[in-house]
């Protein structure tokens, strides 16, 4: 098992952290638990609330994802401002209550990697800018969001790269605009994103 997917795991076992820490002490079964302990999952952890982690090594990553928006400040916003950065993307709308569970969380790694070579982006799937800029304001999100509404193209360029009917979603791209991990489901734990946004940071 590489010592990358470790730090994963490590992060990831924090997530369950309340609901686990009295089942493995003691040894109880568990199959998430499992997963961890047994480190065959190659990348994949799948919760039972739906939570999924994929992480992708750098030689079986795709071709890098290049897209256009309009932001809900009103700017316009291509892959080409974050080339060379890590960046997380995140899917989700003002009317999706594990949106709402998981903004603060996100925000918290906003926060982690100030000053560094990350970049945050928010696509907003079906609101106008005013209904995602007070989301933003109510919660703490201090970066933009792509509004889908305004230019759907994004949404597009984003298909093939993670399933998009059901959000919260949130990719990971290394460097070169590749998805370097899949995050699928409400993000409970910021040290997971965290953990796999500073592993991809370290890559190069």
Do not use: H
């Not at 106008?128 to 759907?152: H, M, N, R």
């Amino acid at each position: 098992m590489s010592r990358g997917f470790s730090r994963v795991r490590a992060a990831a076992s924090v997530l369950l952290s309340l609901g686990l820490v009295a089942g493995l002490a003691a040894c109880a079964a568990d199959p998430l638990a499992d997963q961890y302990r047994e480190g065959d999952n190659k990348g994949f952890v799948a919760a039972a609330n739906g939570f999924e982690v994929v992480e992708i090594k750098a030689a079986d990553r795709t071709d890098p994802i290049e897209f256009e928006g309009v932001l809900d400040t009103g700017d316009k916003t291509s892959s080409a401002d974050y080339a060379g950065d890590v960046t997380v993307v995140n899917f989700w709308y003002a009317g999706c209550a594990p949106c709402r569970v998981e903004a603060p969380e996100l925000a918290k790694v906003y926060d982690a990697f100030e000053g560094q070579d990350v970049k945050f982006l928010g696509v907003n799937l079906y609101d106008g800018a005013e209904a995602s800029q007070a989301f933003a304001k109510k919660f703490g999100v201090q970066y933009p969001s792509a509004l889908t509404t305004v230019d759907g193209s994004i949404k597009l360029a984003f298909a093939g790269a993670t399933p998009l009917n059901a959000v919260p979603v949130t990719l990971v791209l290394d460097k070169e605009g590749r998805v370097a991990a899949r995050l699928i489901g409400q993000i409970e734990e910021p040290s997971i994103l965290e953990t796999l946004v500073r592993e991809t940071l370290e890559e190069s």
